[in-house]
């Protein structure tokens, strides 16, 4: 594989793209395809047939607002039809080139899609996942292929610690300063993986990456494996997910037979494997030592760090461990630069984050936004607000470990240390809307049993002090509970935020600690209200 | 100096504690000198006083009787003492705890009877969900575990609180002892 | 020509100077200095866990809680192994042990002879106020010799590590997460029909409490048997130097 060839496919799937007139996205992820756009892609496809259109049906990744699925969007003018049925395919295809299907229209001069930056979900929505050809018509490849030409794998770390970019995982680390410590860290052999285990209730931000856009991934890693000397990397994705696994095995097939994944990448001495991993609907392998023990075919439990896996990972060799919406910057910051990165977002978050909102929401979907943002912005304005006229209570991100945030805070802009500093935490990108109907004391008893349910059971301050916590929640929303039981609640909130051994116990208690220091008064009410006798009674 | 009133109990337990209360023999004697018993099931008043300084417990809490027992005991009393691994820790009696009342009540009086299978409903106290230790029902001021403690162990935390000391325990008792 | 580094580091525990070779941990330190640090899953001989978290100590300059049987020394460190903070924490987690499982000191076996129950006595643990949770758990006695009651279960992991590093059977393991892990015989049989277990009784010494028991012994009989451990972790170490 030499720049010529990527050229020849590029101009080559460009020339055929020419021929066609009019171009239909159907968007083809989990959420939308739930609601039968496959077969709406089928009745497109056929309709486009017989009417004899220069027309081309394209199965694309996420268009972003999942609660219109199944999204379909018209190109070259960008009409975006919404909560299309198989039914209306005829008519759609005859209004190609005519004015849309007004009924249908879903209008993207909003600020859903117009305040939105794409850097992770460039090609989501725009490329056709299963085809490589067309992941490099938009420049594909390209950037491992000048990495690996032109570059020495010191000079690729140097470009992404200068771009800033953080882990996309959650915490926060710098992805310069860890790719250098794999790279220093001294072993006969090293590994990459990329941590798709996925699990925070209500995000699916790595899941649209992953079938969407799952070439982006490929090259990411290859480009890390390049910079950090590994030859081997592993994708370790939940089995939850299983169409984000056959997108990737597919990718996988179709980068080996190009030659820009496998031996002798791009002709060159770099040789790089990656080979998907499943995991079996374990929250915590998520976390890293966990998820290196899950690989290696142990039961999949966190081990004290350090060492951390830059040292001692994957079979005791330095192992870089990125989640996958890092992995999707890596492409973008090596195309075009680190410094037009790092102008993206905020002085200490650079670039941008991928959301998945949910919950009490006008906009259900995946967004992209430039760090910085406010989280007012992203309520009001890209999310449409609250339904039915309801008032906004709270917004909840980071996940199990992360913080509902109240009204008071929204103006916060959006950035790792910002969340921090409110009680919540940024997370992978899971984004919770509440409204004024849902109680503060149930919500974090759900998150709680989250918890409870998915500690592994290693430590004890997590195994049985999330048990405790949620039986005092439990209590408290059953109002049986008394003062001595909050005040216990928030006592044992401390000792396991601070002595379990993993990030899933240290911040199991986040959503007690934010919604008490928030919402301190509807525990309060539940305890007023309670009758402490019926606890004591006969089952 | 007028003498300190003092008062024992007997909630959900096996009697073991007053046994070893007993067991301070001569002491006994002396602390007469310091200490008036007020009420107990080894002296005769069938009320409990209206103040008292210092109440030991033996025993859980198991019933509604034990719970307002215990409940108008903690309002007279100046300090609590849990005595013992029941009244510490529910010990034996909690034992029926990973079972539900319906449960512990046929396998006692309707699986295991071979003669009149019938719970008893008639002039006994009901039973609580759980059988709980004194602490979690009523403040306790001083827990003194063991099973039962030593009569050494007993005569030591009586004479420190008599001193207006905290009893330390560590090297004298601990569950089960 | 670099400068050779130092393996032997100095640092200070609760204010002590000592000296320690670089791949000690500050547990190991400690005890050789005659500091106690709590510790329950942790037996010598035996690889470290890191669950138990009452080793936990402070680390100046580190705002993390460190497991002192993990942390290996450091040039300057300075370690604190017992302020008030820590006690609390220690406390709490050791009456989060005693709320999990159905701890009856007065009617167990290991009565006398359990680390559990003498920790709580040692760091003056005189009540859990944690509810206790009372769960439902079964006792597997299949076995010919031993038993196996879950209620009295730590889950330190000790019998899974012992069988596993020193007899090199790895007949017990953990089943289940969270709350709900338990440890069981091979893949879930009964201990008396497992095809692994070779009877070798070293699971039954090295548990902490009366979870495992040599059957025909009755209350405050079970009294354990560890010197075993660091004799054949000895005699394997200079077989492989």
């Known amino acids: 594989m030499m720049i010529e060839d990527l050229q020849k496919i590029s101009d080559a799937e460009r020339a055929e793209a020419q021929k066609y007139e009019h171009h239909v996205h159907v968007c083809m992820e989990t959420a939308c395809i739930a609601s039968r756009s496959d077969q709406v892609k089928q009745a497109l496809t056929e309709a486009a047939e017989r009417a004899g259109k220069p027309c081309r049906v394209k199965g694309v990744g996420c268009m972003g607002l999942c ?36 009924r249908l229209e879903c209008d993207t001069n909003v600020p859903f899609f117009q305040r939105q930056v794409k850097i992770v979900l460039e090609n989501s929505g725009e490329i056709d996942p299963e085809r490589i050809e067309d992941y490099v018509a938009r420049d594909g490849y390209l950037a491992l292929y000048t990495a690996l030409t032109t570059m ?53 931000m ?60 791009c002709g060159t001495t770099f040789s790089f494997n990656v080979d998907i991993r499943l995991g079996a609907g374990a929250f915590v392998c998520g976390e890293e030592t966990a998820l290196i023990a899950s690989i290696e075919g142990r039961m999949g439990q966190p081990r004290p760090r350090p060492p951390y896996p830059a040292e001692h990972g994957l079979w005791g060799y330095p192992t870089l461990i990125n989640n996958v919406e890092s992995y999707a ?73 992360g913080g509902c945030i109240p009204e008071e805070h929204l103006d916060m802009p959006v950035d790792f240390e910002s969340l921090l500093q409110i009680g919540s935490f940024m997370g992978s990108g899971g984004m919770i809307v509440m409204d004024e109907t849902s109680n503060m004391v149930d919500v974090a008893k759900y998150f709680m049993e989250f918890c409870m349910t998915e500690s592994c059971g290693k430590c004890v301050p997590c195994r049985v002090g999330t048990a405790q916590m949620y039986d005092l929640l439990d209590k408290l929303t059953k109002n049986e509970a008394t003062m001595a039981d909050l005040q216990l609640l928030e006592r044992l909130c401390d000792v396991v935020k601070y002595t379990s051994l993993c990030g899933l116990g240290q911040g199991a208690p986040n959503p007690v600690l934010s919604t008490l220091r928030y919402f301190r008064h509807e525990y309060l009410a539940r305890i007023q209200e309670a009758n402490h006798e019926a606890a004591f009674l006969t089952d | 100096m007028s003498k300190v009133r003092l008062a024992t109990v007997w909630l959900d337990g096996c009697s ?89 009540l046929d396998r006692a009086y309707i699986e295991n009877a071979s003669t009149q299978q019938q719970i008893p409903n008639v002039s006994v106290p009901t039973l609580l969900r759980q059988v709980l230790p004194v602490h979690s029902v009523v403040p306790v001021d001083v827990f003194v575990p063991g099973c039962p403690p030593s009569a050494d162990t007993i005569h030591y935390a009586i004479t420190e609180l008599l001193e207006g000391r905290t009893p330390d325990l560590s090297d004298r008792s601990r569950f089960g002892a | 020509m670099k400068q050779p580094s130092s393996r032997i580091k100095t640092l200070k525990i609760d204010g002590q100077d000592v000296g320690a070779h670089e791949d000690e941990t500050v547990l190991e330190v400690a005890r050789e200095n005659g500091i106690f640090i709590p510790t329950l899953c942790e037996l010598e001989g035996l690889s470290p866990h890191g669950g138990c978290r009452l080793c936990l100590v402070e680390v100046k300059g580190i705002n993390k809680l460190l497991p002192a049987c993990v942390t290996y020394v450091e040039e300057g460190m300075e370690v604190t192994t017992n302020s008030t903070r820590l006690q609390e924490y220690r406390r709490t987690i050791l009456e989060l042990i005693f709320s999990e499982g159905n701890h009856i000191c ?4 290991a009565n006398g002879h359990c680390d559990l129950q003498s920790l709580a006595q040692k760091l003056g643990m005189y009540h859990v106020s944690v509810p206790y949770r009372h769960p439902r758990r079964s006792v597997d006695a299949s076995h010919e010799r031993f038993a196996l009651d879950r209620n009295r279960c730590i889950l330190c992991t000790r019998c899974v590590r012992v069988c596993d590093e020193i007899e090199g059977a790895h007949t017990w393991d953990v089943s289940g997460r969270g709350i709900e892990a338990h440890i069981v015989t091979d893949l879930n049989q009964p201990w008396g029909e497992s095809e692994t277990c070779t009877s070798c009784g070293k699971c039954v010494n090295v548990c902490p409490t009366g979870a495992l028991f040599e059957k025909g012994k009755a209350v405050a009989e079970m009294a354990k048997k560890r010197g075993f451990l660091p004799y054949l972790t000895l005699m394997r170490e200079k077989r492989t130097r």
């Open chain 1, 206 to 265: 790595d899941r649209s990456v992953l079938e969407g856009d799952p070439h982006a991934i490929l090259e990411g890693m290859t480009i890390a494996g390049y910079a950090v000397g590994a030859s081997q990397g592993y994708i370790y994705v939940r089995a939850e997910y299983p169409l984000a696994v056959e997108r990737l095995k597919i990718a996988i097939r179709q980068a080996k037979r190009l030659g820009v994944l496998g031996e002798n990448i």
């Open chain 1, 67 to 102: 609660s219109a699925g199944p999204l379909v969007k018209v190109e070259p003018d960008g009409t975006m039809y919404k909560g299309v049925t198989p039914e209306d395919a005829d008519e759609i295809v005859q209004k190609l080139g005519d004015s849309p299907v007004s």
């Open chain 1, 329 to 401: 910057n890596i492409v973008p910051i090596m195309r075009k630069g680190a410094d037009w990165f790092s102008a993206i977002g905020t002085e200490k978050s650079k670039g941008t984050k991928v959301f998945a909102l949910t919950g009490c929401i006008e906009n259900t979907g995946l967004i992209e936004v430039p760090m910085g943002i406010s989280l007012r912005e992203i309520v009001f304005d890209i999310g449409g607000g609250i339904p039915d006229g309801k008032k906004f209570k709270a917004v909840q991100t980071g996940g199990p470990s």
């Open chain 1, 152 to 204: 020495t794998p010191s000079e690729v770390i140097a470009q992404v610690a200068k771009s800033g970019l953080r882990g996309r995982g959650g915490a926060g680390f710098s992805t310069g300063l860890k790719w250098t410590t794999v790279a220093k860290s001294p072993g006969e052999r090293k590994f990459v993986i990329c941590n798709a285990d996925e699990g925070d209730p209500g995000a699916f």
């Open chain 3, 106 to 109: 007065s009617v167990c076996v």
């Open chain 2, 16 to 104: 073991g504690c007053h046994m070893s209360f007993l067991d301070m023999d001569e002491r006994l004697i002396e602390l007469a000198d310091r200490i008036e018993l007020v009420y107990s099931p080894l002296v005769d008043p069938k009320e409990f006083p209206d103040s008292v300084d210092v109440t030991l417990v033996e025993g859980a809490v198991s019933s509604n009787e034990d719970l307002e027992k215990i409940r108008h005991i903690r309002k007279h009393t100046k300090i609590l003492v849990s005595l013992g691994d029941c009244a510490v820790t529910a010990n034996v009696p909690s034992m029926r705890n990973s079972f539900r009342v319906g449960e512990v």
